[in-house]
Protein backbone atom coordinates (compact mmCIF):
# COMPACT_ATOMS: atom_id res chain seq x y z
CA UNK A 1 0.00 0.00 0.00
CA UNK A 2 1.33 3.50 -0.94
CA UNK A 3 1.78 5.72 1.47
CA UNK A 4 -1.12 8.33 0.21
CA UNK A 5 -3.23 5.00 0.13
CA UNK A 6 -2.05 4.67 4.27
CA UNK A 7 -2.94 8.54 4.63
CA UNK A 8 -6.18 8.36 2.99
CA UNK A 9 -7.43 4.27 4.77
CA UNK A 10 -6.14 5.96 8.30
CA UNK A 11 -8.23 8.96 7.97
CA UNK A 12 -11.21 6.83 6.69
CA UNK A 13 -11.10 4.40 9.72
CA UNK A 14 -10.62 7.73 12.47
CA UNK A 15 -13.63 9.44 10.34
CA UNK A 16 -15.60 5.76 10.85
CA UNK A 17 -14.38 5.56 14.79
CA UNK A 18 -15.79 9.32 15.30
CA UNK A 19 -18.85 8.88 13.54
CA UNK A 20 -19.58 5.23 15.87
CA UNK A 21 -18.93 7.66 18.40
CA UNK A 22 -20.93 10.42 17.73
CA UNK A 23 -23.94 8.09 17.04
CA UNK A 24 -23.52 6.44 19.85
CA UNK A 25 -23.22 9.17 21.98
CA UNK A 26 -26.26 10.71 20.42
CA UNK A 27 -28.18 7.39 21.39
CA UNK A 28 -27.05 7.98 25.15
CA UNK A 29 -28.35 11.29 25.80
CA UNK A 30 -31.41 10.78 23.90
CA UNK A 31 -34.11 10.88 26.19
CA UNK A 32 -37.67 9.53 25.88
CA UNK A 33 -40.90 11.19 25.18
CA UNK A 34 -43.40 9.92 27.88
CA UNK A 35 -46.68 9.14 27.79
CA UNK A 36 -48.74 9.72 30.77
CA UNK A 37 -52.35 7.84 30.40
CA UNK A 38 -54.51 7.76 33.74
CA UNK A 39 -58.11 6.64 34.24
CA UNK A 40 -60.92 8.31 36.26
CA UNK A 41 -62.23 5.94 38.90
CA UNK A 42 -60.81 2.66 37.95
CA UNK A 43 -59.69 0.10 40.48
CA UNK A 44 -57.23 -3.18 39.90
CA UNK A 45 -58.28 -6.11 38.42
CA UNK A 46 -60.63 -4.07 35.62
CA UNK A 47 -58.72 -4.95 32.92
CA UNK A 48 -57.93 -7.32 30.49
CA UNK A 49 -54.51 -8.25 31.63
CA UNK A 50 -55.47 -8.84 34.95
CA UNK A 51 -58.06 -11.75 34.17
CA UNK A 52 -61.12 -9.93 34.17
CA UNK A 53 -63.19 -10.76 31.14
CA UNK A 54 -66.12 -8.63 31.23
CA UNK A 55 -64.47 -5.68 30.38
CA UNK A 56 -62.34 -5.56 27.06
CA UNK A 57 -59.27 -3.45 27.47
CA UNK A 58 -56.41 -3.84 24.22
CA UNK A 59 -54.93 -1.21 24.96
CA UNK A 60 -54.07 -1.39 28.37
CA UNK A 61 -53.54 -5.12 27.39
CA UNK A 62 -50.81 -4.98 24.79
CA UNK A 63 -48.75 -2.06 27.12
CA UNK A 64 -48.66 -5.02 29.54
CA UNK A 65 -47.79 -7.58 27.40
CA UNK A 66 -44.87 -5.66 25.53
CA UNK A 67 -43.79 -4.54 29.28
CA UNK A 68 -44.95 -4.79 32.52
CA UNK A 69 -47.67 -5.50 34.36
CA UNK A 70 -47.83 -4.41 37.68
CA UNK A 71 -49.69 -6.73 40.69
CA UNK A 72 -49.49 -4.57 43.18
CA UNK A 73 -49.79 -0.46 42.65
CA UNK A 74 -51.06 1.73 45.06
CA UNK A 75 -52.38 5.62 45.39
CA UNK A 76 -51.55 6.71 49.21
CA UNK A 77 -55.23 8.84 48.58
CA UNK A 78 -58.12 7.19 46.95
CA UNK A 79 -59.51 10.71 45.83
CA UNK A 80 -59.29 12.15 42.50
CA UNK A 81 -57.05 15.92 43.72
CA UNK A 82 -54.69 14.14 46.51
CA UNK A 83 -54.00 11.35 44.44
CA UNK A 84 -52.49 13.09 41.57
CA UNK A 85 -51.34 15.70 43.68
CA UNK A 86 -49.06 12.88 44.64
CA UNK A 87 -48.42 11.73 41.25
CA UNK A 88 -46.74 15.16 39.95
CA UNK A 89 -44.81 15.62 43.28
CA UNK A 90 -43.35 12.34 44.57
CA UNK A 91 -45.04 13.18 47.83
CA UNK A 92 -47.77 11.50 49.99
CA UNK A 93 -50.75 13.51 50.92
CA UNK A 94 -49.77 14.54 54.39
CA UNK A 95 -46.43 16.26 53.05
CA UNK A 96 -48.71 18.36 50.71
CA UNK A 97 -50.31 21.29 53.03
CA UNK A 98 -53.31 21.69 51.26
CA UNK A 99 -52.83 19.23 48.69
CA UNK A 100 -53.61 16.96 51.16
CA UNK A 101 -57.17 17.15 50.58
CA UNK A 102 -60.10 17.21 47.90
CA UNK A 103 -60.64 20.83 46.19
CA UNK A 104 -57.98 22.55 47.40
CA UNK A 105 -55.49 25.57 46.54
CA UNK A 106 -52.16 23.80 44.84
CA UNK A 107 -49.55 25.50 47.19
CA UNK A 108 -46.94 27.41 45.45
CA UNK A 109 -44.42 25.73 46.99
CA UNK A 110 -44.60 22.59 45.44
CA UNK A 111 -43.19 21.41 41.86
CA UNK A 112 -44.98 19.11 39.90
CA UNK A 113 -42.52 16.82 37.83
CA UNK A 114 -44.74 18.10 34.12
CA UNK A 115 -43.34 21.91 35.19
CA UNK A 116 -39.72 20.57 35.61
CA UNK A 117 -39.50 18.47 32.82
CA UNK A 118 -40.76 21.93 30.72
CA UNK A 119 -37.75 23.53 32.47
CA UNK A 120 -35.54 20.54 30.99
CA UNK A 121 -36.51 20.48 27.26
CA UNK A 122 -39.64 18.46 27.02
CA UNK A 123 -42.97 20.22 25.28
CA UNK A 124 -45.84 19.10 27.77
CA UNK A 125 -48.92 19.09 27.49
CA UNK A 126 -52.60 17.15 28.35
CA UNK A 127 -55.84 16.56 27.25
CA UNK A 128 -59.09 15.94 29.22
CA UNK A 129 -58.81 15.98 33.10
CA UNK A 130 -55.29 16.86 34.20
CA UNK A 131 -54.78 17.73 37.94
CA UNK A 132 -58.26 18.72 39.37
CA UNK A 133 -60.29 19.68 40.98
CA UNK A 134 -59.07 22.43 42.83
CA UNK A 135 -57.06 25.96 41.87
CA UNK A 136 -53.57 26.45 40.68
CA UNK A 137 -53.92 29.82 39.57
CA UNK A 138 -52.07 30.33 36.42
CA UNK A 139 -50.00 27.42 36.73
CA UNK A 140 -50.14 24.48 34.36
CA UNK A 141 -49.20 21.78 36.72
CA UNK A 142 -50.17 18.70 33.57
CA UNK A 143 -48.69 21.03 30.75
CA UNK A 144 -50.41 22.96 28.15
CA UNK A 145 -53.86 21.94 27.67
CA UNK A 146 -55.02 20.12 24.06
CA UNK A 147 -59.38 19.54 24.54
CA UNK A 148 -60.89 21.30 22.00
CA UNK A 149 -61.27 19.14 19.45
CA UNK A 150 -64.74 17.55 20.07
CA UNK A 151 -66.73 14.42 19.38
CA UNK A 152 -70.28 12.61 19.23
CA UNK A 153 -70.08 11.20 22.64
CA UNK A 154 -72.03 7.62 22.58
CA UNK A 155 -73.88 8.59 26.04
CA UNK A 156 -74.81 12.12 27.64
CA UNK A 157 -72.39 11.34 30.30
CA UNK A 158 -69.40 10.71 29.05
CA UNK A 159 -66.83 13.10 27.73
CA UNK A 160 -66.89 14.94 24.02
CA UNK A 161 -63.36 15.42 23.97
CA UNK A 162 -61.78 13.73 21.40
CA UNK A 163 -58.42 12.75 23.56
CA UNK A 164 -56.90 10.61 20.83
CA UNK A 165 -57.12 13.57 18.03
CA UNK A 166 -56.05 16.27 20.40
CA UNK A 167 -52.80 14.07 21.22
CA UNK A 168 -52.17 14.22 17.47
CA UNK A 169 -52.94 18.17 17.53
CA UNK A 170 -50.11 18.15 20.17
CA UNK A 171 -47.92 16.05 18.30
CA UNK A 172 -48.11 17.93 15.44
CA UNK A 173 -47.60 21.37 17.69
CA UNK A 174 -44.38 19.65 19.42
CA UNK A 175 -41.09 21.13 17.89
CA UNK A 176 -39.35 18.37 15.94
CA UNK A 177 -36.17 17.87 18.16
CA UNK A 178 -37.83 17.81 21.73
CA UNK A 179 -39.00 15.18 23.74
CA UNK A 180 -42.64 15.25 24.92
CA UNK A 181 -44.57 14.63 28.16
CA UNK A 182 -48.30 14.13 27.25
CA UNK A 183 -51.04 13.54 30.29
CA UNK A 184 -53.66 11.55 28.63
CA UNK A 185 -56.68 12.24 31.63
CA UNK A 186 -59.89 10.29 30.78
CA UNK A 187 -63.01 11.44 32.57
CA UNK A 188 -64.13 8.00 32.34
CA UNK A 189 -65.44 5.59 33.87
CA UNK A 190 -66.68 8.83 36.48
CA UNK A 191 -69.52 9.10 37.14
CA UNK A 192 -72.38 9.38 36.05
CA UNK A 193 -73.04 7.08 34.05
CA UNK A 194 -76.31 6.50 31.73
CA UNK A 195 -78.44 3.68 33.38
CA UNK A 196 -78.28 0.92 31.32
CA UNK A 197 -75.35 1.59 28.96
CA UNK A 198 -73.19 -1.26 28.97
CA UNK A 199 -76.23 -3.08 28.23
CA UNK A 200 -77.63 -1.49 25.37
CA UNK A 201 -74.32 -0.17 23.90
CA UNK A 202 -71.96 -2.16 25.12
CA UNK A 203 -73.68 -5.95 24.19
CA UNK A 204 -73.17 -6.73 28.42
CA UNK A 205 -75.23 -9.05 30.15
CA UNK A 206 -75.62 -8.77 33.94
CA UNK A 207 -74.32 -13.22 33.59
CA UNK A 208 -70.61 -11.74 32.43
CA UNK A 209 -70.19 -10.68 35.92
CA UNK A 210 -68.33 -13.95 37.57
CA UNK A 211 -68.76 -12.46 41.11
CA UNK A 212 -70.13 -8.83 42.65
CA UNK A 213 -67.90 -8.15 45.54
CA UNK A 214 -69.80 -9.30 48.74
CA UNK A 215 -69.90 -5.51 50.42
CA UNK A 216 -72.88 -5.00 47.85
CA UNK A 217 -75.72 -6.76 47.23
CA UNK A 218 -76.06 -9.08 44.54
CA UNK A 219 -79.19 -7.87 42.18
CA UNK A 220 -79.63 -6.99 38.81
CA UNK A 221 -79.39 -3.04 39.73
CA UNK A 222 -76.02 -3.63 40.69
CA UNK A 223 -75.05 -5.77 38.45
CA UNK A 224 -76.37 -2.86 35.30
CA UNK A 225 -74.56 -0.22 37.52
CA UNK A 226 -71.18 -2.24 37.13
CA UNK A 227 -71.60 -2.96 33.26
CA UNK A 228 -72.12 0.98 32.87
CA UNK A 229 -68.79 0.81 35.23
CA UNK A 230 -67.38 -1.26 32.50
CA UNK A 231 -68.26 0.75 29.41
CA UNK A 232 -66.98 3.61 30.02
CA UNK A 233 -63.44 1.66 31.17
CA UNK A 234 -63.69 0.29 27.58
CA UNK A 235 -64.43 3.78 26.50
CA UNK A 236 -61.03 4.98 28.06
CA UNK A 237 -59.10 1.89 26.59
CA UNK A 238 -60.28 3.11 23.36
CA UNK A 239 -58.42 6.49 23.09
CA UNK A 240 -55.34 4.39 24.46
CA UNK A 241 -55.95 2.10 21.16
CA UNK A 242 -55.51 5.18 18.87
CA UNK A 243 -53.14 7.04 20.75
CA UNK A 244 -50.48 3.67 19.88
CA UNK A 245 -51.24 3.67 16.82
CA UNK A 246 -50.56 7.11 16.52
CA UNK A 247 -47.24 6.65 18.23
CA UNK A 248 -46.71 3.85 16.06
CA UNK A 249 -47.43 5.27 13.19
CA UNK A 250 -45.10 8.26 13.67
CA UNK A 251 -42.06 6.23 14.41
CA UNK A 252 -42.36 6.98 18.15
CA UNK A 253 -43.47 4.06 20.06
CA UNK A 254 -40.28 2.64 20.85
CA UNK A 255 -38.97 5.74 22.78
CA UNK A 256 -41.98 6.13 24.74
CA UNK A 257 -42.35 5.62 28.24
CA UNK A 258 -46.02 4.71 28.40
CA UNK A 259 -47.89 4.36 32.35
CA UNK A 260 -51.10 3.58 32.12
CA UNK A 261 -52.90 3.78 35.39
CA UNK A 262 -56.01 5.41 37.46
CA UNK A 263 -55.86 8.01 40.11
CA UNK A 264 -58.69 6.08 42.45
CA UNK A 265 -60.66 2.94 43.17
CA UNK A 266 -64.14 2.66 41.25
CA UNK A 267 -67.15 5.40 42.19
CA UNK A 268 -69.18 2.21 44.29
CA UNK A 269 -69.92 2.82 48.26
CA UNK A 270 -66.79 1.47 50.26
CA UNK A 271 -64.57 2.28 47.50
CA UNK A 272 -63.45 5.53 46.33
CA UNK A 273 -62.49 8.01 48.64
CA UNK A 274 -62.37 4.94 51.36
CA UNK A 275 -59.13 3.65 52.34
CA UNK A 276 -59.53 -0.53 51.59
CA UNK A 277 -58.30 -2.68 48.85
CA UNK A 278 -60.67 -1.76 46.12
CA UNK A 279 -59.84 2.37 46.93
CA UNK A 280 -56.76 2.45 47.05
CA UNK A 281 -55.46 -0.91 44.54
CA UNK A 282 -55.08 0.45 41.04
CA UNK A 283 -54.56 -1.10 37.76
CA UNK A 284 -50.45 -0.01 36.23
CA UNK A 285 -49.09 -0.82 33.14
CA UNK A 286 -45.67 0.24 31.55
CA UNK A 287 -44.22 -0.20 28.28
CA UNK A 288 -40.83 1.58 26.56
CA UNK A 289 -39.62 -0.65 23.79
CA UNK A 290 -35.96 -0.96 24.67
CA UNK A 291 -36.15 0.79 28.15
CA UNK A 292 -37.36 -2.13 29.37
CA UNK A 293 -35.29 -5.51 29.63
CA UNK A 294 -37.06 -8.97 28.99
CA UNK A 295 -40.55 -7.08 28.66
CA UNK A 296 -44.05 -8.93 29.35
CA UNK A 297 -42.73 -9.26 33.02
CA UNK A 298 -45.27 -9.60 35.66
CA UNK A 299 -44.15 -7.51 38.75
CA UNK A 300 -45.13 -8.17 42.36
CA UNK A 301 -43.38 -5.16 44.09
CA UNK A 302 -45.26 -2.92 46.29
CA UNK A 303 -45.19 0.69 44.36
CA UNK A 304 -47.39 3.65 44.92
CA UNK A 305 -47.86 6.47 43.11
CA UNK A 306 -45.06 8.98 44.98
CA UNK A 307 -42.70 6.26 42.57
CA UNK A 308 -43.85 8.21 39.49
CA UNK A 309 -41.96 11.39 39.93
CA UNK A 310 -38.56 10.39 40.67
CA UNK A 311 -38.67 7.55 37.86
CA UNK A 312 -39.96 10.58 35.16
CA UNK A 313 -37.25 13.05 36.63
CA UNK A 314 -34.22 9.93 36.25
CA UNK A 315 -35.48 9.04 32.60
CA UNK A 316 -35.79 12.70 31.48
CA UNK A 317 -31.84 13.00 32.77
CA UNK A 318 -32.72 15.98 35.24
CA UNK A 319 -30.54 16.63 38.28
CA UNK A 320 -33.01 15.83 41.49
CA UNK A 321 -30.62 18.13 43.61
CA UNK A 322 -31.95 21.36 41.28
CA UNK A 323 -34.89 20.59 39.93
CA UNK A 324 -36.81 22.33 42.68
CA UNK A 325 -38.61 19.82 43.73
CA UNK A 326 -39.10 18.58 47.27
CA UNK A 327 -37.70 15.01 48.62
CA UNK A 328 -39.82 12.41 47.41
CA UNK A 329 -41.39 9.77 49.44
CA UNK A 330 -40.73 7.35 46.87
CA UNK A 331 -38.01 5.49 44.77
CA UNK A 332 -37.54 5.32 40.99
CA UNK A 333 -38.98 2.23 38.87
CA UNK A 334 -36.09 2.43 37.07
CA UNK A 335 -34.25 -0.66 38.82
CA UNK A 336 -37.39 -2.93 37.86
CA UNK A 337 -37.24 -1.77 34.23
CA UNK A 338 -33.13 -2.92 33.90
CA UNK A 339 -33.87 -6.42 35.50
CA UNK A 340 -35.05 -9.42 34.18
CA UNK A 341 -36.78 -10.68 37.11
CA UNK A 342 -40.09 -11.12 37.50
CA UNK A 343 -42.39 -11.56 40.82
CA UNK A 344 -40.51 -9.76 43.39
CA UNK A 345 -37.95 -7.86 42.09
CA UNK A 346 -36.85 -5.85 45.07
CA UNK A 347 -37.18 -6.86 49.01
CA UNK A 348 -37.36 -3.46 50.65
CA UNK A 349 -40.75 -3.01 48.40
CA UNK A 350 -42.64 -4.86 51.38
CA UNK A 351 -45.34 -2.30 51.78
CA UNK A 352 -46.85 1.16 50.81
CA UNK A 353 -48.44 3.78 53.07
CA UNK A 354 -51.89 4.91 52.42
CA UNK A 355 -54.08 7.40 53.97
CA UNK A 356 -56.80 10.77 53.73
CA UNK A 357 -57.59 13.82 54.92
CA UNK A 358 -60.54 15.98 53.78
CA UNK A 359 -62.07 14.81 50.46
CA UNK A 360 -65.86 16.00 49.67
CA UNK A 361 -68.18 18.24 51.45
CA UNK A 362 -71.23 17.55 54.33
CA UNK A 363 -69.45 17.57 57.71
CA UNK A 364 -69.81 20.12 60.28
CA UNK A 365 -67.68 23.17 59.88
CA UNK A 366 -65.74 21.25 56.87
CA UNK A 367 -64.32 18.25 58.64
CA UNK A 368 -62.56 15.52 57.21
CA UNK A 369 -62.11 12.03 57.79
CA UNK A 370 -58.84 11.44 58.72
CA UNK A 371 -57.00 8.03 58.17
CA UNK A 372 -53.70 6.30 57.83
CA UNK A 373 -52.58 2.96 56.87
CA UNK A 374 -49.79 0.41 56.12
CA UNK A 375 -50.61 -2.71 53.54
CA UNK A 376 -48.14 -5.49 53.22
CA UNK A 377 -48.54 -8.87 51.66
CA UNK A 378 -50.39 -10.01 54.51
CA UNK A 379 -52.19 -7.76 55.85
CA UNK A 380 -53.97 -4.02 56.15
CA UNK A 381 -53.63 -1.71 58.78
CA UNK A 382 -55.54 1.67 58.96
CA UNK A 383 -56.19 3.48 61.89
CA UNK A 384 -59.50 5.81 62.15
CA UNK A 385 -58.17 9.25 64.00
CA UNK A 386 -61.83 10.44 64.54
CA UNK A 387 -64.19 7.73 65.03
CA UNK A 388 -67.49 9.73 65.97
CA UNK A 389 -67.25 11.12 62.03
CA UNK A 390 -69.00 9.44 59.54
CA UNK A 391 -66.96 7.74 57.03
CA UNK A 392 -68.75 8.36 54.02
CA UNK A 393 -70.05 11.65 55.26
CA UNK A 394 -73.15 12.92 57.39
CA UNK A 395 -76.85 11.10 56.64
CA UNK A 396 -78.76 13.95 56.49
CA UNK A 397 -76.19 15.72 53.53
CA UNK A 398 -76.66 13.02 51.43
CA UNK A 399 -73.43 10.80 51.94
CA UNK A 400 -71.26 12.83 50.01
CA UNK A 401 -67.67 11.28 49.79
CA UNK A 402 -69.97 8.39 47.92
CA UNK A 403 -71.01 9.34 44.43
CA UNK A 404 -75.10 8.94 43.77
CA UNK A 405 -75.33 5.47 42.25
CA UNK A 406 -77.88 2.26 41.25
CA UNK A 407 -75.55 0.98 43.96
CA UNK A 408 -75.57 3.29 46.68
CA UNK A 409 -79.35 3.89 46.60
CA UNK A 410 -79.87 -0.20 46.53
CA UNK A 411 -77.37 -0.19 49.85
CA UNK A 412 -79.80 2.07 51.29
CA UNK A 413 -83.10 1.46 50.63
CA UNK A 414 -82.66 -2.23 51.96
CA UNK A 415 -81.74 -0.28 55.32
CA UNK A 416 -84.90 2.14 54.77
CA UNK A 417 -87.07 -0.69 53.79
CA UNK A 418 -86.13 -3.95 55.82
CA UNK A 419 -84.15 -2.44 58.39
CA UNK A 420 -80.90 -4.86 56.60
CA UNK A 421 -77.83 -3.35 57.77
CA UNK A 422 -75.10 -4.98 56.52
CA UNK A 423 -74.22 -3.46 53.60
CA UNK A 424 -74.90 -0.15 54.81
CA UNK A 425 -72.92 -0.64 58.04
CA UNK A 426 -69.92 -1.85 55.80
CA UNK A 427 -70.56 1.35 53.46
CA UNK A 428 -71.18 4.17 55.50
CA UNK A 429 -71.27 3.09 59.50
CA UNK A 430 -68.83 4.57 61.43
CA UNK A 431 -65.67 2.35 62.28
CA UNK A 432 -63.20 1.79 65.09
CA UNK A 433 -60.08 3.65 65.82
CA UNK A 434 -58.19 0.29 64.42
CA UNK A 435 -58.98 -2.20 61.57
CA UNK A 436 -57.05 -5.02 60.49
CA UNK A 437 -57.80 -7.57 57.36
CA UNK A 438 -55.98 -10.43 56.56
CA UNK A 439 -55.43 -9.70 52.91
CA UNK A 440 -55.37 -13.42 51.75
CA UNK A 441 -57.96 -14.82 53.91
CA UNK A 442 -59.97 -12.00 53.48
CA UNK A 443 -59.14 -10.10 50.23
CA UNK A 444 -62.72 -7.88 50.28
CA UNK A 445 -61.66 -6.90 54.37
CA UNK A 446 -65.03 -7.66 55.56
CA UNK A 447 -62.97 -9.12 59.17
CA UNK A 448 -61.82 -6.93 61.14
CA UNK A 449 -58.90 -8.32 63.57
CA UNK A 450 -58.03 -5.60 65.23
CA UNK A 451 -60.26 -6.66 68.09
CA UNK A 452 -59.46 -10.45 68.40
CA UNK A 453 -56.27 -10.70 71.19
CA UNK A 454 -54.44 -12.93 69.42
CA UNK A 455 -53.84 -10.84 66.65
CA UNK A 456 -52.65 -7.60 69.23
CA UNK A 457 -49.03 -8.54 68.32
CA UNK A 458 -49.33 -8.41 65.05
CA UNK A 459 -51.48 -5.15 64.72
CA UNK A 460 -49.44 -3.19 67.29
CA UNK A 461 -46.18 -3.88 65.28
CA UNK A 462 -48.08 -2.63 61.92
CA UNK A 463 -48.99 0.76 64.04
CA UNK A 464 -45.45 1.26 65.79
CA UNK A 465 -44.27 0.65 61.97
CA UNK A 466 -46.89 3.10 60.14
CA UNK A 467 -46.47 5.88 62.57
CA UNK A 468 -42.16 5.70 62.74
CA UNK A 469 -42.37 6.34 58.99
CA UNK A 470 -45.33 8.77 59.16
CA UNK A 471 -43.02 10.97 61.84
CA UNK A 472 -39.62 10.79 59.40
CA UNK A 473 -42.21 12.33 56.70
CA UNK A 474 -43.05 14.95 59.12
CA UNK A 475 -46.35 14.15 58.87
CA UNK A 476 -48.79 16.80 60.91
CA UNK A 477 -51.06 13.94 62.18
CA UNK A 478 -48.30 12.64 64.38
CA UNK A 479 -47.35 15.56 66.24
CA UNK A 480 -51.00 16.40 67.39
CA UNK A 481 -51.61 19.34 64.88
CA UNK A 482 -53.92 17.15 62.41
CA UNK A 483 -56.68 19.64 62.63
CA UNK A 484 -55.03 22.27 60.22
CA UNK A 485 -55.94 19.87 57.30
CA UNK A 486 -59.59 21.07 58.40
CA UNK A 487 -58.58 24.52 58.58
CA UNK A 488 -57.83 24.66 54.64
CA UNK A 489 -60.52 26.85 52.51
CA UNK A 490 -61.64 24.06 49.87
CA UNK A 491 -60.94 26.17 46.51
CA UNK A 492 -64.97 25.94 45.51
CA UNK A 493 -66.68 29.14 46.62
CA UNK A 494 -69.77 26.77 46.79
CA UNK A 495 -68.23 23.66 48.89
CA UNK A 496 -67.07 25.77 51.57
CA UNK A 497 -69.10 25.40 55.01
CA UNK A 498 -71.79 23.75 53.16
CA UNK A 499 -73.41 21.66 56.13
CA UNK A 500 -73.61 24.70 57.92
CA UNK A 501 -75.51 26.45 55.24
CA UNK A 502 -77.30 23.48 54.12
CA UNK A 503 -78.79 22.85 57.70
CA UNK A 504 -79.75 26.40 57.92
CA UNK A 505 -81.71 26.22 54.98
CA UNK A 506 -80.08 27.32 52.51
CA UNK A 507 -80.56 24.78 48.80
CA UNK A 508 -77.85 23.22 46.85
CA UNK A 509 -77.63 21.28 43.83
CA UNK A 510 -74.88 19.01 44.71
CA UNK A 511 -74.55 17.36 40.93
CA UNK A 512 -73.28 14.23 41.76
CA UNK A 513 -75.79 13.02 44.33
CA UNK A 514 -79.33 11.28 44.11
CA UNK A 515 -82.50 13.46 46.25
CA UNK A 516 -83.00 10.61 48.16
CA UNK A 517 -79.75 10.15 49.09
CA UNK A 518 -80.11 13.09 52.22
CA UNK A 519 -81.70 11.39 54.77
CA UNK A 520 -82.43 14.37 57.25
CA UNK A 521 -84.23 12.15 59.46
CA UNK A 522 -81.80 9.52 60.04
CA UNK A 523 -81.55 8.38 64.10
CA UNK A 524 -78.42 7.09 65.14
CA UNK A 525 -78.15 3.92 66.31
Keep these: MSAKNSVWGGLFVGLFVWLIACQQKEEESKVPNILFVIADDLSYPHTGAYGTDWIKTPGFDRVAKEGLLFTRAYTPNAKCSPSRSIIITGRNSWQLEEAANHIPFFPEKFLSHVEVLGKNGYFTGFTGKGWAPGNAGERELTGKRFSDLKMEAPTPFISPIDYAANFEVFLDEKPEKEPFYFWYGSFEPHRAYTYGSGAELGGKTTDMIDKVPPFWPDNDSVRNDLLDYAYETEYFDQHLVKMLATLEKR ?160 ILNQRRVSGEMKYWNLAFGKRPAEELYDRKKDPYGLNNLALHPEYQNIKNSLKEELFKQLKAQEDPRMFENGEIFDNYEYAQESQRDFYNRYMKGESFKTGWVNESDFETDFKDK
Excluded: C
Design 251 to 410: GLLENTLIVVTSDNGMPFPRVKGQGYEYSNHLPLAIRWGDGIKNPGRVIDDFVSFVDFSPTFLEVGKVDFDSSGMATFAGKSLIPIFNTEEEGKTDPSRNAVLIGKERHDIGRPDDQGYPIRGIVNEEYTYIHNFETGRWPGGNPETGYLNTDGSPTKTV
